[in-house]
């Protein structure tokens, strides 16, 4: 069973940056691609952004691409979202997902095998 923890979310106004991260207690094919998924309020989750280990496979939702960034520690047991130029259309809980199959481009939630609980991310105009 792969764990899945995730820090960093918050509250920003428009324009700023926060730093999501998510930390994994597997190294094993099981998280082998690793990424984030959203969820704002009465909409369906989305996928935001995936990386294969080694740091390749980067795959971007269209929405945040230019402003967000996805990698990997050096261990490739954590991910990273750097999120910058936030809207206030970026709300949302943000999860850490974790896979030996590729969910990105198509976006699959169905892929995922493994879900962190969620971090707020809140962007006001």
């Known amino acids: 069973q792969v764990q899945l923890a995730e820090s960093g979310g918050g509250s920003v106004q428009a324009g700023g940056s926060l730093r999501l991260a998510c930390n994994t207690s597997?190294?094993?094919?099981?998280?082998?691609?690793m990424g984030w998924f959203r969820q704002a309020p009465g909409k369906e989750r989305e996928g935001v952004a995936v990386i294969y280990r080694g740091g390749g496979g980067l795959s971007y939702v269209k929405t945040v691409e230019n402003r967000f960034t996805i990698s990997r520690g050096s261990a490739q047991n954590t991910v990273y979202l750097r999120m910058d130029a936030l809207k206030p259309e970026d709300t949302g809980v943000y999860y850490c997902?974790?896979?030996?199959?590729?969910?990105?481009?198509?976006?699959?939630?169905?892929?995922?095998?493994?879900w962190g609980q969620g971090t707020q991310v809140s962007v006001s105009s």
């Open positions: 597997s190294t094993t094919p099981q998280s082998n691609y």
């Open positions: 997902a974790a896979s030996p199959l590729n969910f990105g481009l198509p976006w699959s939630s169905g892929n995922v095998r493994f």
